[in-house]
């Protein structure tokens, strides 16, 4: 079992930054997911156990970037350039093995935190 906590969500303005963190209970391969309300969750960023190798969704190349602590079994988001349509409530995954980008091959997860961008 491994347990993930995240953090940093909150209000911003569009155009703003902010970075979320997820603290996990054993080091493993993370990624980053995001639900907006009536929505599935979508595949945000991922990050290899090693830190050898990210993956990010297209639409959020270039504004987030995915990094780790791995002393402090740690990841984050940093998210610039923030845009109302990136409201949502963002999750921690965790999975063994190589980088993934559906929901369903990630059996751990944070409870969440929610950002939401005003225009």
């Known amino acids: 079992q491994v347990q993930l906590v995240e953090s940093g969500g909150g209000l911003v303005q569009a155009g703003g930054s902010l970075r979320l963190s997820c603290a996990a209970s054993?080091?493993?391969?993370m990624g980053w997911f995001r639900q907006a309300p009536g929505k599935e969750r979508d595949f945000v960023a991922a990050?290899?156990?090693?830190?050898?190798?990210?993956r990010y969704a297209d639409s959020m190349r270039g504004r987030f970037t995915i990094s780790s602590e791995n002393a402090k079994n740690t990841v984050y988001l940093q998210m610039n350039s923030l845009k109302p349509e990136d409201t949502a409530v963002y999750y921690c995954?965790?999975?063994?093995?190589?980088?993934?980008?559906?929901?369903?091959?990630?059996?751990?997860w944070g409870q969440g935190t929610q950002v939401t961008v005003s225009s």
């Open positions: 054993k080091w493993i391969t």
């Open positions: 990050i290899h156990w090693s830190g050898d190798s990210t």
């Open positions: 995954g965790a999975r063994y093995g190589n980088i993934a980008t559906s929901t369903s091959a990630y059996p751990y």
